[in-house]
């Protein structure tokens, strides 16, 4: 029935085609069937609005999601067709081309860069790579920066390192060695100090300002350190980058010489294409992601599952982490027992992939008594898992009052709720945080506004064949009439 869709689009028999299509016997490739035939005739709302509704019943499926994206971008709006894209679970290079011309159109070169890269890893064709390196060729700015950071303390720089080295030359200094900091910092045309600790206290100290724009990000804990902030040489700093309100609010307050040095708050950003987005429900798996320590405040998680499973024995929690608090160890591991429940607490240890750790979780259960941001929930919530967090200092700034707990009992009926919306987790994300945001506002910070020039105005050539999918069959459109397909 596909084919002869497709014979009778190629000739213009569009009716014809609608026809056939109405006959499909699943709602979901029905409107996608005829989502494509509105778009081959030129009737883009048509045709978007039978993507929309194969959505409803589907909002994980590939195909809908790729002609779907492809219709918003076609229609200028570059943000949803992102969005759309990014919830495609099997991401192919044409998917990566795409979301790189999303992230061109918005003017975010580094991510759109980023992003055709990433598709001439999947055996894209000589096209592609043709239009990566025009991209990377156009694109490119001769600064050179450093970015250095302790040893250990680099998760939160790695991506951002690695995609403006798309655009400008870099080196990740992640070392304890004066020599190689010297040498990276001798190199350097801009400096960024990653943290506003012991690091940036040396170099601002030690190392002359030598004409280098010198950058300086501070996350959470050094905001309470008085020691560092206040030996820091602040003079030498062109601009401080805050990731959240209450972190820039504290650390003015602590250090009133901050306040003559010019800053930005950019929260931190999650790469959304790295975490498998679906449709979720309510369950006993309960997740925790983070060192174990009395910040992330374990006693009030077992007071919690403790009262879950007197309802339910079915309840459990899975905490993934390093055990930093021996004391708090013995402790939990003692109440646990006393409480009967040792087998429903399972202690993970230190994970490396949190994408397969979080896959078969209902809910992220967040009991700290305070973070900086709280990276762990987003990840969770970009996967559609429901947020339960406990309202630590400043929770209210980053989250919505709804996903919020004060006492046990608030925690036990919002996790036993059947209000459940995987959708609007993934949305908060996509809309307040994504890595897009923050690069785009990280790179905007990092060009001396005085000395900018603007980006060439040519952009790559958009490849001329773009995939258009439903059920099993790839349709590669040609030209607006044509219809190549291959199963």
């Not at 931190?268 to 910040?295: A, C, E, M, Q, S």
Request: net charge neutral; hydrophobic share 40%.
């Amino acid at each position: 029935m596909l084919e002869e869709i497709a014979k009778l689009v190629q000739k213009g028999e569009f009716e014809k085609a609608k026809l056939y299509a109405d006959k499909i016997e699943s709602a979901l490739d029905r409107h996608n069937v005829l989502g494509i035939i509105f778009y081959q005739e030129g009737k883009l709302d048509e045709a978007l609005n039978h993507f929309k509704k194969a959505l409803e019943f589907d909002p994980t499926h590939d195909d809908v999601l790729f002609n779907y994206a492809k219709l918003l971008y076609e229609k200028q709006d570059y943000f949803e067709s992102w969005r759309y894209l990014t919830r495609i679970k099997h991401k192919s290079w044409e998917v990566y081309d795409l979301l790189g011309d999303t992230q061109l159109k918005q003017d975010n070169l580094a991510m759109a860069v980023h992003y055709y890269r990433k598709a001439c890893e999947l055996n894209a064709p000589e096209q592609m790579k043709q239009k990566f390196e025009e991209a990377r060729r156009l694109f490119k700015r001769s600064e050179k920066i450093a970015i250095f950071c302790l040893p250990g303390l680099d998760n939160f720089i790695k991506d951002i390192a690695q995609i403006l080295s798309n655009i400008y030359e870099v080196k990740l200094v992640v070392t304890t060695d004066g020599r190689q900091i010297q040498e990276a910092y001798s190199w350097a045309d801009i400096v960024w100090l990653e943290w506003a600790n012991e690091m940036a206290v040396e170099i601002t100290n030690k190392l002359p300002k030598a004409g280098k724009r010198i950058l300086c990000r501070l996350h959470g804990y050094e905001s309470l350190r008085t020691d560092f902030l206040n030996n820091i040489k602040w003079a030498k700093v062109d601009h401080v980058v805050f990731v959240a309100e209450n972190v820039l609010k504290t650390a003015l307050e602590n250090c009133p010489q901050l306040r003559s040095v010019p800053h930005s708050l950019v929260w931190n950003g999650i790469d959304l294409t790295k975490f498998t987005f679906k449709i979720r429900k309510p369950g006993p798996n309960i997740v925790f992601v983070g060192h174990f320590n009395y910040k992330k405040n374990p006693v009030l998680a077992v007071q919690i599952l403790k009262k879950l499973t007197d309802i339910d024995p079915r309840y459990n929690l899975s905490w993934a982490g390093q055990m930093q608090d021996e004391r708090m160890q013995r402790y939990i591991w003692h109440v646990l027992e006393r409480m009967g429940i040792q087998n429903k607490f399972k202690f993970d240890g230190f994970i490396t992939n949190v994408e397969a750790y979080l896959e078969d979780k209902n809910v992220f259960l967040s009991t700290s008594i305070h973070e900086g941001y709280g990276v762990a929930i987003l990840e969770a919530m970009s996967k559609g898992i429901k947020p339960v967090i406990h309202n630590f200092y400043v929770a209210e700034e980053f989250y919505p009052k709804e996903y919020i707990f004060h006492t046990v009992d608030e925690a036990v009926e919002m996790i036993r709720s059947f209000d459940y919306d995987s959708v609007k987790y993934r949305e908060f994300v996509e809309q307040n945080c994504p890595l897009e945001k923050q690069v785009e506002l990280i790179e905007r910070t990092i060009k001396n506004r005085a000395s900018e020039k603007r980006a060439p105005s040519i952009q790559p050539r958009l490849l001329e064949t773009t995939k258009i999918s439903l059920a099993g069959v790839n349709i590669h459109v040609v030209d607006p009439y044509k219809l190549r397909i291959t199963v």
